[in-house]
Nanobody, 124 residues
Framework: QVQLVESGGGLVQAGGSLRLSCAAS????????MGWFRQAPGKEREFVTI????????SYRASVKGRFTVSRDNAKNTVYLQMNTLKPEDTALYYC?????????????????WGQGTQVTVSS
């Protein structure tokens, strides 16, 4: 089973940018569709974006479309989430996850492997 470690979170002012990374070990990342989810305090975990195994297909939740970009480098076994024009409502713990299948609106249960998360805090 693949192990995932997120990094790149931090504190940023509204309008700023962050780039999250998700490094995989224990398995070849190219075997998986990769997703990013987030969870704010007191709220349920929500889907942010997904990318298929090759990077040719992506999908985003409406509130981040045009601001966030997911990408992957299978040679480096790493997936990235570039977050621009950040808003206070983007504040959350961000998780990456590995799943077998790609679909445009995945559920958390579609993913078998999860990282521990990296905190993103956006100040107003």
């Amino acid at each position: 089973q693949v192990q995932l470690v997120e990094s790149g979170g931090g504190l940023v002012q509204a309008g700023g940018s962050l780039r999250l990374s998700c490094a995989a070990s224990g398995s070849t990342l190219s075997s998986y569709a990769m997703g990013w989810f987030r969870q704010a305090p007191g709220k349920e975990r929500e889907f942010v974006t997904i990318i298929n195994w090759s990077g040719a297909r992506t999908s985003y939740r409406a509130s981040v479309k045009g601001r966030f970009t997911v990408s992957r480098d299978n040679a480096k076994n790493t997936v990235y989430l570039q977050m621009n024009t950040l808003k206070p409502e983007d504040t959350a713990l961000y998780y990456c996850a590995a799943g077998v299948y790609y679909r445009d609106s995945p559920r958390a249960s579609d993913f078998a492997s999860w990282g521990q998360g990296t905190q993103v805090t956006v100040s107003s």
